[in-house]
């Protein structure tokens, strides 16, 4: 049974940087994708970023690009996304996803991530700016 795990989230201000982080249990990383979407109150949810585990390979949405960077520790098979420079619209929960290869044709890889089309979602954690 696959698990996804997010921490790290908080309170900080205008400027700040924050790292969340991300585990997937049960995942086989080497053929998988992972993601990260937010979603603030009364808004739908947004892709933010997206990281080919094997590779590294990665895309943003135009919202964090520059801003915002999404690497992997095969290692510790963990995700982070570093975020510089928040806004108060960063403030959201933050939710990580992770799909596998096995789930399908293009499955392993950041192909239409932004659609959402991941099977394995996290419970969030919540990012919240303040200036």
């Known amino acids: 049974q696959v698990q996804v795990i997010e921490t790290g989230g908080g309170s900080v201000q205008v400027g700040d940087s924050l790292r969340i982080s991300c585990t997937a249990s049960?995942?086989?990383?080497?053929?998988?994708?992972m993601g990260w979407f937010r979603q603030a109150p009364g808004k739908e949810r947004e892709g933010g970023a997206c990281i080919r585990f094997k590779f590294g390979t990665t895309d943003y949405s135009d919202s964090v690009k520059g801003r915002f960077t999404i690497y992997r520790d095969t290692t510790t098979n963990t995700v982070y996304l570093q975020m510089t420079g928040l806004q108060p619209e960063d403030t959201a929960k933050y939710y990580c996803?992770?799909?596998?290869?096995?789930?399908?044709?293009?499955?392993?890889?950041?192909?239409?991530?932004?659609?959402?089309?991941?099977?394995?979602w996290g419970q969030g954690t919540q990012v919240t700016v303040s200036s």
């Open positions: 049960g995942l086989t990383f080497n053929d998988g994708a």
């Open positions: 996803a992770a799909r596998s290869g096995k789930d399908g044709p293009g499955q392993g890889s950041c192909i239409d991530w932004t659609r959402g089309r991941f099977g394995y």
